[in-house]
């Protein structure tokens, strides 16, 4: 497996076939011009490794997950992190930081729950172009 603990790039794990998941990854890629995050699907081999080692469901892709410094952050909180890092006024959204986790993920886990429905699902992983594999971490 990768070594993350040495990894200078925060890694997003997603669920590689959820439209709204795969879209929000081709955002983050960009309003990231320094490439400052790798990607790396929940159903990857790397992702399966990284649920399993933290005791995270491993058949459940409900949860936006970054590896961060040697911490991994879900829901609303992984989303603030990725936002704060992005170019433009993208930064500003970590305000929402200050209100209780129990908000903030409240509203993560509804559109969490009904992303299928409302945004649809791939029948496989989404795979990126040839000059974005570099970000892309498989195992």
């Not at 040495?6 to 990231?32: A, E, K, M, W, Y």
């Not at 992702?47 to 949860?63: E, I, K, M, V």
């Not at 992303?115 to 594999?133: D, I, M, S």
Request: net charge positive; glycine share 6%; proline share 5%.
């Amino acid at each position: 497996m990768t070594d993350l603990h040495h990894s200078p790039h925060p890694v997003i794990f997603f669920d590689g076939v959820c439209n709204l998941c795969t879209g929000s990854v081709q955002f983050v890629i960009r309003h990231d011009p320094q490439h400052y995050f790798r990607f790396a699907s929940l159903q990857s081999e790397l992702g399966q490794q990284f649920l399993q080692q933290n005791g995270l469901s491993a058949d459940t892709f409900d949860s936006f997950i970054v590896w961060e410094d040697g911490k991994y952050y879900t829901e609303s909180t992984a989303a603030l992190r990725v936002a704060r890092k992005l170019s433009g006024p993208w930064p500003g959204l970590y305000a929402f930081i200050l209100l209780p986790a129990f908000i903030r993920n409240s509203v993560y886990r509804i559109v969490a729950k009904n992303r299928y429905r409302w945004f649809g699902k791939k029948e496989a992983c989404w795979v990126p172009t040839a000059e974005l594999t570099s970000l892309f971490i498989s195992r």
